[in-house]
């Protein structure tokens, strides 16, 4: 049968699965982008669909927020579903003031805070990666599809509030383009446990300027972010 958080049959979910951390997110897109989709999981709320976009088999999944929820989900949907690429959709806040709202950002690294992380490794630090192959494959898509993508590290956190005012100022002088709460354990664990993963966000706030998104605009970018996105399928 599935697995603890997952109910699908296995068989049920395709090799390439899209991780939002909204579960909502995850349903508004099967109903929009996709053709014949079906929800697999209902457990705890975290829905997943699986469907065809532009003829080719593509799940999709939230992932919940933060790394401990986002570990679950990887772990499962690897060990249980033989899921082989993961590729988060979601948003961060920048922390380069250079860095406007709504640009497409294409994760090469994650550096982060997270005990999920640093407990594997007696103390010493991964750096945690994308997958190369897709890497490329999303930024050959923003090409052809004429969707800006900025390449760069980001910094996955397990605090989203803080009161420190300087948190950013050493990460932002060693080039972090912006923070965001799942990335790092995504390709942390997808490399262990032999699957390939990206991160692929969409500046949703700027956290040095203060800018925000408007509505219209976070569609806009959201839309451009999925369209680049379903390309790897
Ligand atoms: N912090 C953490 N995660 C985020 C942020 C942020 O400021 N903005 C969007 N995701």
Avoid at 48 to 66: D, P, V
């Amino acid at each position: 049968m599935g697995s603890i958080h997952i109910e699908a049959k296995v068989g049920d979910i395709a090799e390439t699965i899209l991780l939002p951390g909204d579960p909502l997110r995850a349903k508004h897109v099967a109903d929009t982008f996709l053709e014949d989709a079906f929800c697999y999981n209902k457990v705890r709320g975290m829905l997943g669909f699986t469907g065809y976009y532009n003829g080719k088999r593509i799940s999709i999944q939230g992932s919940g927020m933060g790394m401990g929820s986002t570990a679950i989900y990887v772990n499962e949907l690897v060990s249980t579903y033989n899921v082989k690429n993961l590729v988060r959709v979601g948003t961060c806040g920048a922390i380069q003031t250079d860095l406007q709202v709504g640009q497409v950002i294409l994760a090469m690294s994650a550096s982060g805070d997270s005990g999920a992380n640093t407990a594997h490794f007696n103390g010493m630090h991964y750096a945690a990666t994308a997958d190369f192959s897709l890497l490329q494959k999303a930024y050959e898509a923003g090409k052809r599809l004429g969707i800006d993508t900025l390449q760069g590290s980001i910094f996955s956190t397990d605090t989203f509030y803080d009161s420190n005012p300087h948190r950013w100022d050493i990460w932002e002088e060693h080039g972090i383009l912006g923070v965001e709460m799942e990335s790092q354990i995504l390709f942390t664990l997808a490399k262990r446990l032999g699957a390939k993963a990206l991160s692929v966000l969409t500046v949703s706030d700027n956290i040095r300027t203060g800018e925000a998104a408007s509505s219209k605009d976070r569609e806009q970018s959201f839309m451009d972010m999925m369209k680049i996105a379903f390309e790897l399928a």
